[in-house]
């Protein structure tokens, strides 16, 4: 996004078919609304709703001290969350001040999974790398440009989510786990806290599954 070029997500056809109005959001051509911006809200509000927010970051952060590491340059106590488990923390600068807010996700004890702010993806990226330990036991690896998202939010999100995928991928608030067979073909996923994350290939009704180059991640919001 450096040349000032607005980029276009895997799913920018499909936003305009739909009768999205795009907008420069960051340096993205994203949806802002469809047909109305406060029947979409209270949509969302009292039902459900889908957003392509394939702009955020996407960080892994791996190595046998992750969880030590990490603990000791954010705000959260990272080394309490076992595999499986999900959190919120943010990062300071020397003074004290915010830098950043993050939501993650514990893979392994050698593996979290990160979503930095689409604005702050390549200060974030600076930052941590300055802080990573000089023996090399800690590894970053930005998976962002290779990452969409799609978040459905909204009271019936669960519900969806089980229609979907099936009752056996439905998992509990602030937790994380592999995403068992389904119709979808979707293979990996872990839940954030208010959001589940699913890895997978471009969905089957997608209309053009050979334009979405990129892997995809089905985020699920809880009421």
């Known amino acids: 996004m450096g040349d000032g070029k607005l980029v276009r997500t895997p799913l920018y056809d499909n936003h ?11 340096g993205f051509e994203l949806p802002i609304w469809y047909t109305s911006i406060q029947e979409e809200h209270m949509s969302c509000r009292n039902k459900s709703g889908l957003f392509d ?22 705000t959260q106590q990272f080394i309490n969350f076992t595999s499986g488990k999900c959190g919120y923390t943010h990062f300071l600068d020397e003074s004290g001040h ?9 893979n392994s004890e050698k593996s979290v999974f990160g979503v930095p702010n689409a604005s702050m993806i390549s200060t974030m990226w600076k930052w941590f790398n300055s802080k990573l330990p000089k023996d090399g036991s800690v590894r970053i690896n930005d998976m962002s440009n290779e990452t969409s998202i799609i978040a459905l939010q909204g009271p019936e999100s669960i519900s969806i989510l089980r229609d979907v995928l099936g009752q056996e991928n439905t998992v509990s608030r602030f937790s ?20 589940h994350t ?20 089905l985020c699920i919001s809880p009421p």
């Open 198 to 217: 699913l890895e997978s290939r471009p969905p089957r009704q997608a209309p053009n599954p050979a334009s979405c180059s990129k892997k995809k991640i």
């Open 16 to 26: 305009l078919e739909a009768g999205a109005n795009i907008v420069d959001f960051h």
């Open 176 to 195: 994380c786990q592999d995403i068992g067979k389904n119709d979808l073909g979707i293979t990996e996923g872990f839940k954030r806290p208010e959001v």
């Open 98 to 106: 915010i830098i950043d807010d993050m939501i993650f996700a514990i």
């Open 53 to 74: 927010v394939s702009h955020m970051g996407f960080f892994e952060f791996e190595g046998d001290g992750v969880l030590s590491w990490l603990n000791s340059i954010g």
